[in-house]
């Protein structure tokens, strides 16, 4: 399983970044796909998911109508699109994939596929 994440950078609060992950090694339609963070200091947390089927997602309450998350069945990717950031969501942004029998399930833990990730810098 190979996940190479790309589309990081530094903007301004308020701004916007799309976040891609690249994918390789690994049946796409037979795994749920998610992004996680970590802040400098804290530990990684959970911040969207995406179903098997596309058509179901979820995310973290802070990232809630801000981010949204999406996957392209036919190019093997998976997209964060981020907007109205703020400095609070500075962090290195992780792509994750987890093989998952239910089609539409979107569990938030148990991701045993990491990318390397791509840093997120919100300036103030």
């Known amino acids: 399983v190979q996940l190479m994440e790309s589309g990081g950078g530094t903007v301004p609060a308020g701004g916007s970044l799309t976040l891609s992950c690249a994918t390789a090694?690994?049946?796409?339609?037979?795994?749920?796909m998610g992004w996680f963070r970590q802040a400098p200091g804290k530990e990684r947390e959970f911040v969207a998911v995406?179903?098997?089927?596309?058509?179901?997602?979820e995310y973290e309450d802070s990232v809630k109508d801000r981010f949204t998350i999406s996957r392209d069945k036919d190019k093997n990717m998976v997209y964060l699109q981020m907007n109205s950031l703020n400095p609070s969501d500075t962090a290195v942004y992780y792509c994750?994939?987890?093989?998952?029998?239910?089609?539409?399930?979107?569990?938030?833990?148990?991701?045993?596929?990491w990318g390397q990730g791509t840093q997120v810098t919100v300036s103030s």
């Open positions: 994750v994939a987890k093989e998952f029998m239910l089609v539409h399930a979107t569990p938030r833990y148990g991701f045993d596929n």
């Open positions: 995406v179903s098997r089927s596309g058509e179901f997602t």
């Open positions: 090694g690994f049946t796409f339609s037979n795994y749920i």
